[in-house]
């Protein structure tokens, strides 16, 4: 039987895929915040660089406790918003079902899975450029391949769900693969998350003004070679030429905001713990002081409550 | 006989200490560049917590090729400006008087020693919160004490015209000091220029707001220890407790934007070689490594870059 799909939090990211999910025939269920009366009315916009993903009849719901439960209940929120889901999110999901978190950072799902036992929970990572430009409506720019994860705390077990997780996101046109471990990803996309979204809000700039200023590509540079360093203290060893490989990748992108300049562009809460503050602990944990991304870090707190304040 | 004074650059800094020295008596005369139709017309005027300093009519001029020849010439322009004073520098300079470089950063009284050979070079370090606030306005707002300092190149026979210029500023009521040591002086007023210009700048936020948010403080001292660290690796070691009593006096300071601040608010250059880019570059040639320091200089420069063009 096909797995069943919800989507929690039907932003840039959680829109996009979740698009995909529901036109390759998966039941996928939305959840909505402050626009969901928007959506009802008048449909989910999503315009990718594939064409037009939008749906105007959909599973569309108004709160967590109305989301039916689901096999593969995908985690699509900020982190920051994360906390309000600890309650309820084990009787989203259906028997032998998981749930998977779609967020950046470190750590995040070993938090999600002490509040769900006995559930399975799985990452995935997102090579995803896309934006919410408006109420309901997304705007998918470049990318989108996930990379899925098990926790080890899941056991071998866990692997049958997660092909079939694969194969279903394959079959949705989502270029998926799973890596064996989950960490090493993790940090791998941290080495491009830590340099871009903290310069992009501290410097007001987009990737490529970083990239194309002498000063901007070294910074970028420095912190990139910081997180690899501080990846491989952590036993997640980053392959050669790496950095040398996600620059020129970034070089070609189209130019870009990162999450983290929208949401200090709208005011909202930036994700410093998850992109930051947790991985500079567990690099200290294993001896590493990632100086270079502390600093950027203080400067974001301090940036982070000007911009709530103002 | 007294000692006649020129003020290369009539602004925050030398409009204040030329008007203390006009009203003592000395003779006393001023440079200015876009300001100078309007003072020509309505005087200098400069207030101060001490007490109104403004002139109505004085030795005011255009242009440096019309100022005449002084026995201390004052060099208080942003040192972003200096490069047009290499040709004539030398003949302002009355037999047997000086050139007194009242700037921030390190290196710049050995760059200026070589554009006037034979000529005494001092240094002096101001401890002043004074802006410019209109054409030919200047606010003092706190402090205004002068550190001065022999360059070894000079040789001990400086010290005596030294000694002069130190009467005769403690004569216009400025608390003046000799110190024995010109590159540790600079170290110190680095100690603070370092943090508090810079991350003023890139956080867009006054001394006050960085002093109260932890991550602020954090980054301060972070930057303070660190130029200590290679003040005490350029010969030039700081006084034990030195970053406490900078953090203090910063904590008790009036509320302030510092001169960088000002010059990126105004959209002028920035200080960014003199403040950072030298002295990141002497601890780098004995042989410490200033991370957070360059870190900061390279979001300085491109923020430079895009406040110029802006």
């Known amino acids: 039987m096909a797995l069943s799909f919800s989507i929690i939090g039907t932003g840039a990211l959680g829109g996009y895929y979740g698009a995909l999910l529901h036109h390759a025939g998966f039941e996928t269920h939305f959840l909505l915040h402050n626009d969901y009366a928007h959506v009802r009315a008048c449909g989910l916009r999503v315009e990718s660089i594939h064409g037009d993903l939008s749906i105007a009849q959909g599973n569309f719901w108004p709160d967590l406790s109305t989301l039916p439960a689901c096999d593969v209940v995908c985690i699509c929120l900020k982190s920051t918003a994360n906390a309000q889901l600890r309650e309820a999110l084990a009787s989203k999901v259906k028997p032998g079902g998981c749930v998977l978190v779609l967020q950046n950072g470190i750590g995040i799902e070993e938090e999600i899975a002490s509040w769900v036992p006995g559930i399975f929970v799985f990452g995935g990572l997102c090579f995803l450029c896309s934006n919410k430009v408006g109420p309901g409506f997304i705007k ?8 899925l994860g098990n926790l080890e705390s899941n056991g071998s077990q866990a ?4 092909e079939q997780i694969r194969l279903a996101f394959v079959t949705a046109k989502i270029e998926t693969g799973i890596d064996k471990n989950l ?8 080495m491009w998350n830590m340099p871009f979204n903290g310069l992009s809000v501290v410097l007001r700039c987009t990737t490529q003004q970083i990239m194309e200023h002498p000063a901007g590509l070294r910074l970028a540079t420095q912190i990139m070679e910081e997180v690899e360093a501080a990846a491989n203290a952590c036993g997640s060893p980053v392959p050669q030429g790496f950095v040398h490989k996600m620059l020129e990748n970034t070089r070609r992108m189209t130019p870009y905001l990162p999450s983290m300049r929208l949401d200090y562009d709208r005011g909202q809460a930036m994700e410093i713990d998850a992109i930051y503050s947790r991985p500079i602990a567990r690099a200290a944990e294993h001896g590493y002081d990632m100086m270079h991304c502390r600093m950027l870090r203080d400067q974001l707190l301090m ?3 000007e911009s709530l304040h103002a």
């Open 183 to 190: 960490a090493q990803a993790r940090w791998q996309k941290l």
């Open 303 to 305: 940036i982070q409550q």
């Open 140 to 147: 998918h720019l470049d990318y989108g391949g996930i990379r």
């Open 159 to 162: 692997l049958i769900l997660l």
